[in-house]
């Protein structure tokens, strides 16, 4: 990004194919930021496309080479942001969840209080690398069916007094559907704006 600071990192996501033939595929690319990067230049540089079949992390040269790309991040912020201030109970420690916000592609819960060390030391430690998710996120849909997070955990940005858990989805959420969260056995119902 040019000239930006409070950058955490990014990754890459490929939404569901619609269809397996015609030889594209949809990719979002969530980056994890201080501040928004609407209208900032992105440069982005890509060596030798590499790819895994079966187990993560196994990975071989599809392609060798080198790629870069310049643009600018013209986009609409489709994000509902939620104001719940709901306690929990996390790995038996009291918690809150301040706010959730609700992307087409993600959910992201702002945690605080004052035991957010012992929450991260108590993930580090029971981590079991990538097959399970120690943390995950259901969203509980108003005609009864509902969708939980299974990949790998793949956000998490910790401040001293607050927690970042950020859960993309790979179905495309409409909020507008959603009847409710749920975290930690704890269901916060997501009243439409």
């Known amino acids: 990004m040019d000239a930006y600071s409070g950058f955490y990192g990014y990754g890459i996501i490929s939404l ?7 030889n594209k595929i949809s990719m979002v690319m969530p980056i994890k930021t201080d501040e928004s990067l609407m209208g900032q230049k992105a440069h982005l540089g890509f060596t030798d496309l590499i790819g895994s079949d079966t187990k993560p992390g196994e990975f071989t040269t599809a392609v060798s080479g080198e790629w870069k790309a310049s643009f600018k991040l013209d986009f609409r912020n489709l994000s509902t942001d939620y104001q719940v201030d709901k306690p929990i109970k996390m790995v038996d420690y009291d918690a809150t969840i301040k706010t959730i ?13 004052p035991f957010m060390k012992e929450i ?50 790979e179905n495309i959420i409409n909020d507008k559907e ?16």
């Open 16 to 22: 569901k194919d619609e269809n397996s033939n015609d």
């Open 101 to 113: 916000s609700i992307s087409p592609i993600s959910v992201t819960l702002k945690i605080g209080g």
């Open 120 to 169: 991260i030391n108590e993930y580090n430690n029971s981590y079991s690398g990538f097959d399970s998710d120690q943390y995950p996120i259901t969203i509980n849909y108003k005609d009864g069916s509902s969708e939980t997070t299974t990949r790998i955990f793949n956000g998490l940005i910790s401040a001293e007094d607050d927690l970042v858990v950020i859960k993309n989805f």
């Open 178 to 193: 959603i009847k409710s969260i749920t975290f930690f056995d704890t269901e916060i119902p997501i009243i439409n704006k």
